[in-house]
């Protein structure tokens, strides 16, 4: 097993090479381990072990859910009158290739065999081992009557009576063997990690294993007892493989997999010419699909359509098929996202659009919840922003960003306290929230860019913004009593917290954006990912 400690951390901030490669790969002129990190993870803690750990696990099982779900797309909609770009997927030996929306080839390097052998073997093995051995049984095996003629009881009638035979039966032995014990104590320890559930039974076994080879500290996946660790394991495995007089079929499959954990690396006969061995290019697609899965399962998100085909609880949320596309509508929606053009209709997909109907009630009730601590002074006011629970997310942030951009010399802390600050600016702030409690469409892209991408004039965001618009132009002519606001969302590392996360400030944008009013909104990437990954629950 590699030692993660020694993976090198790469943000995209330290590289100019603009890959969406997210993943490891070996640095052809080091030879170093190079964890190359998402967009938006500049202030990733890198000399942080058990973040980089988290983060490590995190993203494979966020690859195996990827590769797993659009695999699945490919068998169910291969006769699709116009299969969509993920569900052209081809298996090779070195992971999964598919065309993305824009054409661009993708690969998913998912193999890391040092892992996959351990819980491929949990997937096919019972661990209360089934054996066979030699037990009385009341069945008889005619075919074997000769060789207990001599324990026969000869009745007057010529019978010949036989009360039981010594034959094999199936039985459960409760007592595993050393090489299970190894076994279970390393697929413990990688379930743990991977936030998996795993069974009772192999939970004893691998503290049996502990209590008698390790010391209450060590662990695989501990930065200062993992070499450790691993040299107790490679002991224990040789002494068992020396002592191990008979050597099945099972017994090498299990050991060769503790093997390839204990002495393997990464497997190197699955890299690409650029030295890949596990991650994705243009990691745009599993953004798209851990935002998608966020705002299904967001209560109150309220969405009226959606250009996906993900899976909640099993279940496709796609219902409706557009221009040989599938995606979700939500009933009775007609759909207005398209052009005519010489009387036929050229089809547009955003991302997700989201109606608001708070009332104004609502807004103001909520108002009062979010200010607190007030202190007014005779034309400044000192008060405090909370977020509530139960508090609308888009109010907390529309009231942070403008208060803080009308400022006008108040102080303002980290925590949200407001000092001095103009009372006839804060009632003006307060007068246009009210106006914000009529019905708000929102239509939403996920953009998986960084935060500079929305500050300078490029053509790539020319474009975006005019198929923003067109979005929203055609929005405005089917719900023509709706404000329509639009947004762009990019991924942002945030430690620790469950804010879902920020806009970014009209001021630092590029002027095309504040012209035309489009929003540019950090989400917190761990809260999107954890979405993604407990789906099911």
Partial sequence: MFNLAQLKIEKRSDNSNPSSFVGIRRNHNTGELVFRLP??????????????????????????????????????????????????????????????????????????AVIEKIIEIYDDLVINSVERHVSRSELIDFSKIDKYLHRAVYLSNHTVFIDEMNLPKNTIKLESSNLIELYCFILAEIMHELEQDIDSHVKEISNKFKELYLSNDQSIFNEKTFETTINVLKEQLDDINKNTAYKDDDYWMIYEAIETFLYGELDMSCTNE???????????????????????????????????????????????????????????????????????????????????????????????????HRYEKQSTIDFRIIKKPNGVDRLFTYLITELKKNKNGARVTSDNYFYSYSIKNFEQIKNEIKQRGRKLCIIIDWKYHDELFFKSSSDKLKKDITKQLCYEFTMSESLNNYKIETQFVIPNFEKNTDNIGDRIENASLFSGLKLNGIVVFKANFYMMQKAYLNHDE
Avoid at 45 to 70: A, G, H, V
Avoid at 71 to 83: F, G, R, S, T
Avoid at 314 to 328: A, D, E, F, T
């Fill in 274 to 372: 650029d030295g890949i061995f596990w991650g994705i290019n243009n990691f745009y697609q599993v953004w798209e699909d851990m935002c998608n899965t966020w705002a299904f399962k967001e209560e109150g998100f309220n969405i009226l359509y959606a250009d996906t085909n993900i899976k909640i609880n099993g279940n496709q949320v796609s219902n409706k098929k557009i221009g040989g596309h599938s995606l979700y509508c939500k009933e009775d929606f007609d759909v207005p996202f398209f052009i005519d053009f010489n009387k036929n209709k050229r089809w547009i997909r955003p991302d997700i659009v989201r109606l608001i109907n708070d009332s104004l009630n609502d807004y103001n009730r909520t108002v009062h919840e979010v200010i607190l």
């Fill in 39 to 112: 967009l938006g993870f500049d202030a990733f803690p890198e000399d942080d072990f058990n973040e980089i750990k988290s983060l490590f696990f995190k993203m494979y099982r966020t690859f195996k859910k990827f590769e797993k779900d659009n695999y699945e797309n490919q068998k169910k909609d291969i006769q699709d009158e116009k299969p969509s770009a993920k569900d052209n997927t081809k298996s090779s030996a070195n992971g999964y290739r598919f065309t993305d929306k824009e054409e661009n080839d993708v690969v998913l390097y998912s193999k890391i």
